[in-house]
């Protein structure tokens, strides 16, 4: 490999994740909005033996409950989570977008979270330390792998700052 080909290969932006969360961060919404559900049937059977109630009554309740759970199913459908060699970029938003970016120079400290209904199907939480003022923690959830990708993550960090010759000096920390 000669120079120039090794200088545009260590410049070359490299894809580390480019996808949506899982929706199993979701599962608890899902599960709450179905009992919901169950208690909302259960109550309109119960009181239609009792009283007269009108349709519209639980109609209503329904609609309330799968407007929630559908907007947390599309909040994290419309979210999109890139990692690339330089920089994790988050977009979200259904009607309004809002895209933010970090350089990956910036972390400081990366955790990977998994609780237990996750972990069962292989999906934790990311959660980002950064020295960017504006965002000091980011948590980028639902993602698959989770464990790897902050091993994945962290490396990529650390080859940047030594490519870009930054170390890192904490101002005002104890």
Not at 51 to 57: A, D, G, R
Request: proline share 4%; charged share 15%; no cysteine.
């Amino acid at each position: 490999m000669t120079d120039s080909n090794l200088v545009a290969f260590a410049t070359e932006k490299r894809i580390i994740f480019d996808g949506s969360p899982s929706q199993v961060v979701n599962a608890a919404t899902f599960v709450k909005g179905l009992l919901a559900l169950v208690v909302i049937v259960g109550a309109y059977i119960y009181a239609l033996g009792q009283w007269p109630v009108p349709l519209i009554v639980p109609t209503i309740a329904v609609a309330i409950v799968v407007f929630s759970v559908g907007l947390s199913y599309l909040q994290t459908a419309f979210t999109e989570i890139i990692i690339d060699s330089e920089r994790i970029t988050l977009r979200r938003g259904i009607l309004n977008k809002r895209v933010t970016s970090l350089e990956l120079f910036r972390i400081q400290d990366l955790t990977s979270i998994h609780p237990w209904w996750q972990r069962m199907f292989n999906v934790g939480a990311i959660v980002v330390m950064t020295s960017d003022s504006n965002n000091p923690t980011w948590v980028l959830p639902g993602i698959k792998n989770a464990e790897e990708m902050r091993s994945a993550l962290n490396q990529a960090a650390i080859a940047l700052r030594d490519r870009k010759g930054i170390r890192e000096v904490n101002m005002g920390r104890i």
